[in-house]
């Protein structure tokens, strides 16, 4: 690969010195990092990287390659969570031309420079990284042969309508009546939630952030993942509110434990630096017992504004921040993680079976 200097701009003058791959372009967002060791094609086109200039602590990102685009039984991309890559630019340590791996079809380099996406490698991850647990996110650039665009901060958009899809989708319709039908709504969906409830023998129907669910007909809802500020995503909430109305059972996801805390009269509130990662331990306090979970959000559920009837379910061990909420009597309950990580742990997948047994 021939080495093309690059740098790495924060908004407060920190520059970081590395080599250009991936796409030429020049491109800002806001810097975060994830500690996941695996699983960066899903990770790079999960929507809830949106606007987001992505950096790998992990110093072997890029060895396995990047696979293609086989279907799995539904249509869905069998290792994308998403149809494109959803991270503003990529931040590594190695130089990620090199791969091996009996699936792959291109290098991590050469599928960025397809989706016209920079990155930049050579960085000192480890002190990137500890500016950003100090200091919190921060806005970035990232810089090739002297091209700046200005910085951009992400979270001032809705992002969500960004990434949602803009008409309804059905899978699983086909010789499925009599099934249980569930809606997603799609903040930011990944392929891995619709591919989690297909599997446990439900009719999915995904429809756009914004669709008035007041029109639908259905037994259980599910709150997607997503980017941003939930607080953007007013009608959403309303939206959600009124199915809730109708006792219909709720589950959130990441972004959709926000949602349901917003729906039912909680706050939320920006983290200094995010959870991101497959190796966060989250705590059920109803029975003690600590699972290891992946996630990926900015935001939090603010447990003190929780309302009569919510409580906390999932607590993280190592921040204490809220990673669930479920009401007491009513069919509704969500969790900050995600159940459904494709890389990343499976150990909450009984989450959905959970979900199926409020259906029923």
Not at 88 to 109: E, F, I, K, N
Request: net charge negative.
């Amino acid at each position: 690969m021939d080495r093309y200097p690059a740098r790495l701009e924060l908004e407060d003058g920190t520059l970081y010195s590395g080599f250009s791959f991936g796409s030429r372009a020049a491109r800002s967002g806001e810097v975060v990092f994830t500690t996941s060791m695996v699983g960066y094609p899903e990770s790079l086109t999960d929507p809830s990287y949106e606007g987001q200039i992505l950096a790998f602590t992990f110093p072997h990102v890029g060895n396995y390659g990047v696979h293609g685009d086989a279907a799995d039984e539904w249509g869905l991309p069998a290792g994308f969570e998403s149809g494109r890559i959803h991270a503003a630019g990529v931040v590594l340590s190695q130089d990620p031309s090199d791969y091996s791996h009996w699936s792959a079809t291109q290098s991590l380099a050469q599928w960025l420079a397809q989706h016209d996406v920079p990155g930049i490698w050579g960085v000192d991850t480890r002190a990137l990284t500890k500016r950003l647990r100090e200091g919190g996110s921060a806005l970035g650039r990232i810089v090739v042969d002297e091209r700046r665009v200005p910085f951009d901060d992400p979270n001032a958009r809705n992002l969500v309508a960004q990434v949602s899809r803009k008409e309804p989708a059905d899978y699983g319709a086909r010789g499925g009546e009599g099934k249980k039908l569930v809606v997603v709504l799609d903040c930011g969906c990944k392929h891995s939630i619709v591919r989690s409830l297909l599997s446990r023998g439900v009719r999915v129907r995904v429809v756009p952030w914004d669709h008035d669910l007041s029109r639908e007909r259905f037994d259980g809802l599910v709150l997607s993942n997503g980017p941003g500020d939930p607080a953007m995503l007013g009608v959403a909430v309303m939206s959600v509110r009124a199915a809730m109305a109708r006792d219909i059972p709720v589950f959130g996801v990441c972004l959709g434990n926000q949602l349901l805390a917003r729906a039912a009269g909680a706050s939320t509130y920006k983290l200094p630096y995010g959870h991101r990662s497959h190796n966060q331990p989250c705590v059920d306090v109803t029975t003690g017992r600590c699972y290891i979970t992946s996630q990926n959000h900015g935001f939090a559920v603010d447990e003190s504004t929780l309302p009569h009837g919510f409580v906390p379910w999932f607590v993280n061990a190592n921040d204490g921040t809220n990673e669930g909420i479920m009401h007491v009597t009513k069919p509704f309950f969500s969790v900050q993680f995600h159940p459904e990580a494709c890389g990343g742990p499976l150990d909450t997948q009984w989450l959905f079976d959970r979900f199926l047994e409020a259906l029923r």
